[in-house]
Each structure stands twice: as structure tokens, then as C-alpha cells.
């Protein structure tokens, strides 16, 4: 796992029976509206990874807020858990464990040591082991008249790492929903051998139908990179709206899966000899300057 310029092991070499690079696996994408029931909505995942994992796939992502989407802002104080311990991350273990899957949960409030969570997204092998933790860099602050007003600064305290997770599948870039707006994230995530890119989100209706794919598929061709993108969609409130449309994008900008306005999941494969034939033709990586 390569950490704000560090290396480290991602745990799960012991679990792999030889060295061969993966050229091809199918990954998932869960789309689902999350509401203020921590234990239902666990249940949906289940389910839903379940159903991912007998689809195929090696690698499922989780959208942000998949655990609890409240209220308001300070709602989720009530339910953010230590990194390593509490309900929501026992169950995230197991979910892997019992799938056997690469399973990425997008953005959930960690407690720190101040007044502020993170919002967290954790990687799990599939020993059900956490291997990785990526704390949101950019927060969501934004005030539309008459559409949207949310200031996730006054409870959430920003990340400051990048985080790529080196798997048997691929190495996987982390980010979380606002981040997708800060293309030099990206461009540090392909850099350090990113494959695949995450961005689990929780995209407002507004901003969604207008900006989504148009940004997903940006980073997908600036960075030649696979991008999933898992969604929260639907009104989880009478505050919360959000958009859908999880999508998985291929390193030529094709949407190869999007979920459709409902709960559900999409799946589609990865194919690495593909991406080395597009790094190869169009290879705009190695003619950066800057």
C-alpha cells in the first residue's frame, strides 16, 4: 500500500498462492439509499454484496455514507466508531470473509481524538481483514440557494494522505465523493501505479445530473484508469437527495456499467491488457511536464 510516500505489505500476501499478475476480474459497484438505521442498511449491504460477489465479483465497492445517512451534520457523532473497532467494521470483516472479496466501503465517520470525525473509507481482503484506511482530503462545504447547503467542516476534520492499496488484483487508488472535483488527487494516485480508481459517493440530485459523469469519465481518460464509482440514490430524507447513476468507467472515458434509478448493483470487468493497449497507443502519462 503506498501511503503519503510510504510502502507497506497489504496484508493479505499470505492468503496468495502465487505471483501472477490478474489480467482480467469482474468488480461491482453497490448502489443503495441509505437511511438513519444503521442495522438495516447493513443488512441491504450484505445482501448486496452477497448478490455482487455470486455475480463474479473480486472487488466490491461500497457507496459513502453506506452505513447511515442522517439528518443533519452532527447525526452521525452518534454513531462514529475508533478505526478497528465497533459494529459497523465487524461488519464490513465479515462481509469480505463470507463473499471472499476485495470489499471497499466508501466514506464512514471515524472517531478521532478531537471533536471531529473523519469520514473514512476502509479497504477489507477477503480474510476480512482491514488493510487500509483512506480519510476524505477535500470536504464538502457548499451553499446553492434553493438547492443544496451542507458544511461538512464543522464536523469532519480533512484527511492529508493518498492512498494507493497494492492487491493481487490490482493497486487500487482511494478518494471519496467531493474529492472527484480536485483532479491533481488523481493525477498523484495514477502516478504511484494506480489501475483502478474508487470514488464512493453520495452526489447531491443537483449537482449530480449535471457534473457525474462528466467528471467521472474525465479522470478515467486524464489518468487512464478504471473508475467505479459507487452511489448513494434516492431521497434518504427530507434533506438528502441524492443522485445514483453508480457507474464503472473504462481508461478510454466508456461507461462500461451504470446503475439504473434504483437499489441494485452493476458489475463489469477489468481488463488490464486493455489499459496497457491504451497507455500504449495514447501514451499521455509518460509525456507530463508538469
Request: aromatic share 6%.
Amino acid at each position: 500500500m503506498w501511503k503519503g510516500g510510504k510502502q507497506a505489505k497489504s496484508g493479505y500476501d499470505s492468503l496468495v498462492s502465487d505471483g501472477q499478475d490478474r489480467r482480467r476480474f469482474l468488480a461491482a459497484c453497490v448502489q443503495m439509499t441509505s437511511r438513519g438505521d444503521v442495522a438495516e442498511n447493513l443488512e441491504t449491504l450484505r445482501r448486496r454484496v452477497g448478490e455482487a460477489a455470486g455475480r463474479g465479483a473480486e472487488l466490491v465497492v461500497l457507496p459513502e455514507n453506506f452505513a447511515f445517512m442522517g439528518v443533519g451534520e452532527n447525526d452521525k457523532m452518534a454513531i462514529a466508531e475508533p478505526l478497528g473497532d465497533g459494529p459497523i467494521q465487524t461488519a464490513l470483516g465479515d462481509m469480505a470473509r463470507a463473499a471472499q472479496i476485495w470489499l471497499v466501503a466508501g466514506g464512514m465517520p471515524e472517531r478521532t481524538e478531537g471533536a471531529k470525525v473523519h469520514n473514512s473509507c476502509l479497504v477489507y481482503d477477503p480474510g476480512g481483514t482491514r488493510v487500509a484506511v483512506y480519510r476524505k482530503i477535500h470536504l464538502f462545504d457548499v451553499q446553492i440557494p434553493g438547492a443544496a447547503e451542507f458544511m461538512e467542516s464543522r464536523t469532519v476534520a480533512p484527511g492529508a494522505e493518498t492512498v494507493v492499496v497494492e492487491t493481487p488484483l490490482a493497486p487500487v487508488g482511494l478518494s471519496v465523493c467531493y474529492d472527484l472535483r480536485f483532479p491533481e488527487l488523481y493525477r498523484e494516485l495514477a502516478r504511484h501505479g494506480a489501475r483502478v480508481v474508487v470514488v464512493p459517493s453520495a452526489f447531491t440530485l443537483h449537482t449530480g445530473k449535471d457534473h457525474w459523469h462528466t467528471l467521472l469519465r474525465a479522470r478515467a481518460i486524464e489518468n487512464q484508469v478504471y473508475v467505479l464509482a459507487a452511489a448513494q440514490f434516492g431521497r434518504a430524507n427530507e434533506k438528502r437527495v441524492t443522485y445514483g447513476h453508480s457507474l464503472i468507467v473504462d481508461p478510454w472515458g466508456a461507461v462500461v456499467a451504470e446503475a439504473s434509478d434504483r437499489e441494485g448493483v452493476v458489475v463489469a470487468e477489468i481488463d488490464l491488457d486493455f489499459q496497457d493497449k491504451v497507455r500504449r497507443e495514447l501514451p499521455c502519462l509518460s509525456h507530463r511536464r508538469i
